[in-house]
Nanobody
Framework: QVQLVESGGGLVQTGGSLRLSCAAS????????MGWFRQAPGKEREFVAA????????YYGDSVKGRFTFSRDNAKNTVYLQMNNLKPEDTAVYYC?????????????????????WGQGTQVTVSS
């Protein structure tokens, strides 16, 4: 059973940057496609970004495209979400999730039910 732990959240001003990390235990992340989702208060959880098991392809939600970068270091069993030019609307709890390595199509990597394992989330707050 893969366990995921996010870190790196915090409070930042508009225009600032944060890097979220998601470390895995109990399994090897290279066997999984990975995703980041977020949930703001009173809103449904939404897709942020995904990366295939090899790291060869990344996909982003429209609201973060060009500002966020998803990367993975399989040797460290960790994935990262670099978030630049943060905006108040980026305020949310951010969750990382793992899906089977066979999930590689962008349309499938955007849906929550394709992910089998989830972290507990890390809070990101962007002040205006």
């Amino acid at each position: 059973q893969v366990q995921l732990v996010e870190s790196g959240g915090g409070l930042v001003q508009t225009g600032g940057s944060l890097r979220l990390s998601c470390a895995a235990s109990g399994g090897t992340l290279r066997n999984y496609a990975m995703g980041w989702f977020r949930q703001a208060p009173g809103k449904e959880r939404e897709f942020v970004a995904a990366i295939t098991w090899s790291g060869s392809s990344t996909y982003y939600g429209d609201s973060v495209k060009g500002r966020f970068t998803f990367s993975r270091d399989n040797a460290k069993n960790t994935v990262y979400l670099q978030m630049n030019n943060l905006k108040p609307e980026d305020t949310a709890v951010y969750y990382c999730a793992a899906a089977s390595s066979s999930v590689s199509v962008a349309s499938l990597l955007r849906v929550e039910y394709k992910y089998n394992y989830w972290g507990q989330g890390t809070q990101v707050t962007v002040s205006s």
